[in-house]
T-cell receptor
Framework: DQQVKQNSPSLSVQEGRISILNCDYT??????FLWYKKYPAEGPTFLISISSIKDKNEDGRFTVFLNKSAKHLSLHIVPSQPGDSAVYFCAASAVFKTSYDKVIFGPGTSLSVIP | ETGVTQTPRHLVMGMTNKKSLKCEQH?????MYWYKQSAKKPLELMFV???????ENNSVPSRFSPECPNSSHLFLHLHTLQPEDSALYLCASSHPGYNIQYFGAGTRLSVL
């Protein structure tokens, strides 16, 4: 049973418009959430994160929203650019619960930004 | 050279071969990880090493054998693999206590 779900395997968006990628989780113990971006033939790279004490975190064109009651987070990319075309992984972890970072990843959403 | 480097990038092996995947990080981290990514599936954590000690073995078959000689190097020794082991194997590292992991580009493994 997946603890982190990304129900949209793919998403296509026009350049300049907003991309919204969604993620749901089941474990209420998760208190730190991350988004990673992966290009073909490369490893995932960290994009943005949010702690459960916040409901929004913004970094340039990227904003992550967290709704703890719904166990839902989303990544907004505004404006979308063709270089944003990649697979986006949502991930969740419990901070300081262990001596290492056990991060649970979702299956990913493939974003295509159309010029 | 900086970051996390994995070699080889591609590997084709028969079911009776023995091979090793190598990971090296130049970030000063003390935690290192092996993940498996199969098509259309989430990244699956395989092993975790924290200060060279294995702290997690996520029910991985014994045909996968990790080795961490120091905090900068991680190996995954492979023997008598099955075709279903074909996947992208990713190495990552982090500072202990921090959730952000830095990944290598992966080794694309094909088992024939």
């Amino acid at each position: 049973d997946q603890q982190v779900k990304q129900n949209s395997p793919s998403l296509s968006v026009q350049e300049g418009r907003i991309s919204i990628l969604n993620c749901d989780y089941t474990n209420s113990m998760f208190d730190y959430f991350l988004w990673y971006k992966k290009y073909p033939a490369e490893g995932p790279t960290f994009l943005i994160s949010i702690s459960s004490i916040k409901d929004k975190n913004e970094d340039g064109r990227f904003t992550v929203f967290l709704n703890k009651s719904a166990k839902h987070l989303s990544l907004h990319i505004v404006p979308s650019q063709p270089g944003d075309s990649a697979v986006y992984f949502c991930a969740a972890s419990a901070v300081f619960k262990t001596s290492y970072d056990k991060v649970i990843f979702g299956p990913g959403t493939s974003l295509s930004v159309i010029p | 050279e900086t970051g996390v480097t994995q070699t080889p990038r591609h590997l084709v092996m028969g079911m009776t071969n023995k091979k090793s995947l190598k990971c090296e990080q130049h970030l000063g981290h003390n935690a290192m990880y092996w993940y498996k990514q199969s098509a259309k599936k989430p990244l699956e954590l395989m092993f975790v090493y924290n200060f060279k000690e294995q702290t997690e073995n996520n029910s991985v078959p014994s045909r996968f054998s990790p080795e961490c000689p120091n905090s900068s190097h991680l190996f995954l020794h492979l023997h008598t693999l099955q075709p279903e082991d074909s996947a992208l194997y990713l190495c990552a590292s982090s500072h202990p206590g921090y959730n952000i992991q830095y990944f290598g580009a992966g080794t694309r493994l094909s088992v024939l």
